[in-house]
């Protein structure tokens, strides 16, 4: 299947090419699988400082943290969940929160 992959800008030289993507990927790959393929491939950008995180949104709807700082996202949704089950068309949207203590974001994304 096709997964549209896209992530919001770093700064303002960052914008100088669009980050939206398209990456096959099989319906059995796992949430938790497409986020360590897309950190493999460097589609995040490193932000100086090791300091950076991410929201991810999953068809619109908030799904994990990515930080830069983490081995590791941590799901607010179950990370097993198989692609094909987001529906035919699957968006995977990362939003950059600067260096706000990811911690913190994740306990609101999980309602702690």
Not at 57 to 66: D, I, K, L, S
Not at 69 to 79: G, L, M, N, S, V
Not at 86 to 111: H, K, N, W
Request: negative net charge; without cysteine; aromatic residues 10%.
């Amino acid at each position: 299947m096709i997964v549209n992959v896209d992530r919001s800008s770093v700064a303002m030289g960052d914008d100088t090419y669009p980050h939206a993507q398209q990456v096959e990927m099989s319906e059995g790959s796992t949430i938790a699988e497409a986020v360590a393929y897309l950190r493999i491939h460097k589609f995040l950008a490193y932000i100086a400082g090791g300091r950076a995180t991410w929201l991810l949104e999953v068809n619109g709807r908030p799904a994990a943290v990515v930080a830069q700082q983490w081995a590791e996202p941590k799901f607010a949704i179950d990370p097993s969940t198989e692609l094909g089950s987001f529906g035919p068309e699957v968006s995977l949207m990362f939003r950059y929160r600067a260096q706000i203590d990811p911690d913190d974001l994740y306990d609101t994304l999980a309602g702690d």
